[in-house]
């Protein structure tokens, strides 16, 4: 795939060739992948654009939960520079893990963490909306 939008964007020329190439990395929990898998895609991201776009900044956007990002993956999100977007339950707490426990609280702790290791945020919280539990539409 990033060789055919690499080649997309020379086909081209600079004229449209954007100076940020961001990728948003969403759908599921995007750390249940083990962090070989990030080297590798960001390994793979450099390796197909860096020669052939030399104008062109590569960014990296992850939008998690937060629940499983662990120390391990902190070392490839700032080699690669990944910006990281949490979704929140801002008003209602409608989150819950498998064992059917309330996330906010340990998603607050997360942020935290990541904000006491001056991990970057994209700066974008994805809020969830109150579920209406009724059948009746309102």
Known sequence: VYVRFRDYLL???????PQTLTFYWQGGEPFLQPPSYWEAV????????????PNLAI??????????????????LFRHGVRLGFSYDVMNDLRVSRAGKRTAARVEKKVDWLCSRNVPLNRQINPIPLRWRSSSPR
Do not use: M, W
């Not at 960001?42 to 776009?53: D, E, I, R, W, Y």
């Open 59 to 76: 960014a990296n956007h992850v939008q998690t939960n937060l629940t499983l990002l662990r120390e391990k993956y902190l070392p490839i």
């Open 11 to 17: 086909a081209y020329g600079d004229s449209f060739t």
């Open 42 to 53: 960001f390994s793979a991201q450099q390796g197909v654009f860096s020669g052939h776009c």
